[in-house]
Structure formats: C-alpha cells, structure tokens
C-alpha cells in the first residue's frame, strides 16, 4: 500500500508537515511490564474446551491473551481492541452465553473495568446465565499508571482504586464467589466455577 501509495505521488512527509504537532506520530515508549498476577494463563486454555468463548477486557492481561492465548475457533476470544471500551468483557460474556448456552464462557477484566459493569452479576443471577468472571484485582487502573510514569516522570492522578471484596460482592448477588492468591490455586479454582451451576466470579489477588 505505501508503495503504491509513493508511486501516486504522495508523500508521507508533506501530508506531516501541517499535521498540528499534538497529531503527529509520537515515538514508542516502553510502559514496564505486564502486571503479572499470580496465575498462568496457559492453564485456562487447558482447562477451557475448544469451542469455549473467552472475552478479555481492556487490561494488561487481557492485551497478552491477545498476543498469546491460542484460538482454536472463530468468534470464540473477543476484545474490544483499539476502542478501548472499558468493561465490555463481562456484559459481553453474558450475551455469548446467552447465544451460546452450551458452550463454556469466561471473561477476563481488571478491577477498574468490572467495578464498571460488575452489577450485571444480577442480571446472571436472575437469568441463570452461567459465567465465570475472572477479576484482577491489583487496585489500580494499571495500564493508565503505566503510561503516567512514563509520560510524567511517574506522578500519577487518579489511578489508584478502593475495590469492595470481590468474593462478597459476587456472593451478595447469589453468585459463587472464589479468591486466588497463589499460582497453584488457579486451576482448581477455574475447574470448579465451570463445573458450578451458577455465575462465578474468580478474584485473582496481585
């Protein structure tokens, strides 16, 4: 496309040269690593059948599933990609099992992005769409942290987050409410929500 592009005769360069400077191409930066809860997301892939339907929110995990966990189907991982909807993991996950009631359906949201539409767990409940939620809870909008301390020489405004206990809050609703803490606990805890005849919500500590 550039190519053709460049034997058209237009040039990259000039289209820039009045392009305000706010909307000009800025440099990568290097926003640290990933928040690394303690869980090993290859184990949801073995855990998951193939033609289950994962929906990962706008969160740091979510951004590696998109680079790392396998898709064996078509329309079985959604994510809201670059229009960086905030919360639409969970009410999403609902509607794909809704569609689909006899497939497995898990999504996966930070804490800011379920505090977002997390209520909708009554809707589950009443509804008897059974979905496991997994949360990461790391009490921080962290992919905004990041790019503050980047950007701002690490001064942060309005990142930083008072969550309620998860595990109570779904269980307040009539959900199942499970906490991770530790690596080892993942699987077990991701075996027994899909075998659970209820919504689940999965609180993964970091």
């Known amino acids: 496309l550039r190519e053709g592009l460049e034997a058209e005769g237009v040039q990259r360069g000039a289209r820039l040269s009045w392009m305000p400077e706010s909307a000009r191409p800025q440099p990568r930066i290097d926003v ?20 289950a339907i994962v929906a990962a929110d706008i969160v740091r995990s979510g951004y590696a599933l998109v680079g790392q966990f396998p898709v064996y189907q078509p329309r079985t991982f959604m994510h809201s990609a670059s229009f960086i909807a905030m919360g639409h993991a969970f ?70 987050l008072v969550n309620p206990d998860f595990v109570r809050f779904a269980e307040s609703f009539g959900a199942l409410g499970l906490r991770v803490t530790r690596a080892e606990e993942f699987k077990p805890a991701l075996q027994k929500a899909l075998w659970a005849q209820k919504p689940v919500l999965i609180e993964i500590m970091c």
Not at 32 to 51: F, I
Request: neutral net charge; charged residues 20%.
């Open 32 to 51: 640290g690593p990933a928040s690394r809860p303690p869980v090993n997301w290859w184990e949801l892939r073995e855990v998951l059948n193939r033609d």
């Open 91 to 160: 009410p999403a996950a609902l509607g794909a099992k809704v569609a689909f009631p006899g497939r497995q359906v898990v999504s996966v949201s930070g804490d800011g992005c379920f505090l977002m539409t997390g209520q909708e767990l009554a809707t589950a409940v009443q509804h008897g769409i059974n979905v496991v939620a997994i949360v990461i809870n790391d009490r921080c909008l962290t992919g905004i942290a990041a790019l503050q301390d980047a950007y701002y020489g690490g001064r942060r405004v309005a990142v930083d």
